[in-house]
């Protein structure tokens, strides 16, 4: 069990029997009555975020969650494919779990899948992705000095801004916590 004094960023707790992570957290001694933390935390499974106060002693469950490096493998109809690098053991993850982080799923990407009683609720991606350009506009002459960009499609289907001297074929870096351009890299 965790103490109230255990509660910082990230931790894994249950409430009301489902899995959640502190998301921020404030710690108040008031001038009079007893010390208690005010918390932010967000559920692992639906995403829904709640405010808790927590009074100094109060004690909390940990969650039985854990993280496994994984290597994506393919989709199968709304199921991505993920195999463990250790043990080669395959599992198969829904689509509303994965969310947004299908945008920068590629062959062979490693990655790493929380797991709540023995079950995926979430995939989390490198911060930063390469990804190969398959679709995008010929760069127009004279324009580069301004900083403009133009829309990309990359090998996932996702569509992301770029210089305009970037070209179909190149690979680029991508940053997964905002979905931006980083820079061109040469393969």
Request: charged share 30%; proline share 4%; aromatic share 18%.
């Given at each position: 069990m965790y103490d109230t004094s255990d509660i910082r960023k990230g931790l894994k707790i249950i409430h009301n029997g489902d899995p959640y992570v502190v998301v921020d957290f404030q710690f108040v001694k008031p001038g009079k009555g007893n010390a208690f933390t005010r918390t932010r935390i967000k559920n692992l499974i639906t995403g829904s975020v709640l405010d808790?106060?927590?009074?100094?002693?109060?004690?909390?469950?940990?969650?039985?969650?854990?993280?496994?490096?994984?290597?994506?493998?393919?989709k199968e109809g709304s199921k991505y494919c993920f195999m463990d690098t250790t043990s080669y053991e395959q599992v198969f993850v829904e689509e509303e779990i994965i969310g947004d982080t299908v945008n920068y799923l590629s062959d062979n990407l490693e990655v790493k899948v929380l797991f709540f009683q023995e079950r995926p609720i979430g995939v989390e991606v490198p911060m930063f992705v390469e990804l190969q350009i398959v679709e995008c506009e010929p760069g127009v002459k004279g324009d580069t000095a301004t900083g403009a960009t133009k829309p990309a499609t990359l090998s996932t289907g996702y569509v992301v801004n770029v210089p305009l001297f970037i070209q179909e074929g190149e690979w680029i870096k991508v940053d997964t916590r905002d979905g931006n351009y980083v820079e061109r890299i040469k393969k």
């Open positions: 808790m106060t927590y009074r100094s002693g109060e004690k909390l469950e940990p969650a039985d969650c854990e993280e496994f490096t994984m290597q994506y493998l393919y």
